[in-house]
């Protein structure tokens, strides 16, 4: 099984989960530059189940869109757990989604004292947030993109998936 299929296979599952819950899906992306939300697009018969998405790479998109404190990345930095619930919360509020998906990560070299490969990804389910934190190292930047979107496609399905409802 190839990485696309695989990441094919795991944006049907997360779609057919959200559909059968009623519940509709947010994307806010930053290193992944709406990759996720290009899946969620593709499969045929569940596009409806995704609601919108939001491609912030720069600080400004994240402040402009949704609506994160400047104050916060600049003190916690635009790579940070901190920021990545930060982007799920906004993406959930600036939506008619009940859920929602945040990645922001350095995907490739970075600046000095970066971490090439590091990423944070978030999930929102209602109230409840769920956040990871990984080192994907260098690996490149599309291995760490298909990686992240992997990543936050099954955080958020697990989420989904122990929802009490």
């Not at 569940?46 to 400004?60: A, I, K, N, P, Q």
Request: aromatic share 4%.
């Amino acid at each position: 099984m190839t990485n696309a299929q695989s990441l094919e296979s795991l944006a049907a599952r997360l779609l057919q989960t959200a559909k059968d819950r009623e519940w509709r899906i947010a994307t806010a992306e930053s290193c992944t530059g709406g990759l996720v939300a290009s899946l969620l697009t593709d499969i045929e018969g569940l596009g409806h189940v995704f609601e919108r998405g939001f491609v912030t790479y720069s600080d400004e998109a994240k402040t402009d869109m949704l609506g994160i404190e400047q104050q916060l990345i600049d003190e916690r930095g635009a790579v940070s757990a901190k920021v990545a619930e930060a982007m799920a919360r906004g993406a959930q509020q600036r939506s008619r989604a009940e859920l929602a998906l945040a990645i922001t990560g350095f995907a490739g070299p970075a600046g000095p004292g970066d971490e090439e490969g590091l990423v944070y990804v978030a999930a929102r389910c209602g109230a409840r947030m769920e956040i990871g934190e990984h080192h994907w190292g260098t690996i490149g930047r599309d291995a760490v993109r298909a990686r992240s979107a992997r990543a936050a496609m099954r955080l958020l399905l697990d989420l989904v998936e122990h929802d009490g409802k």
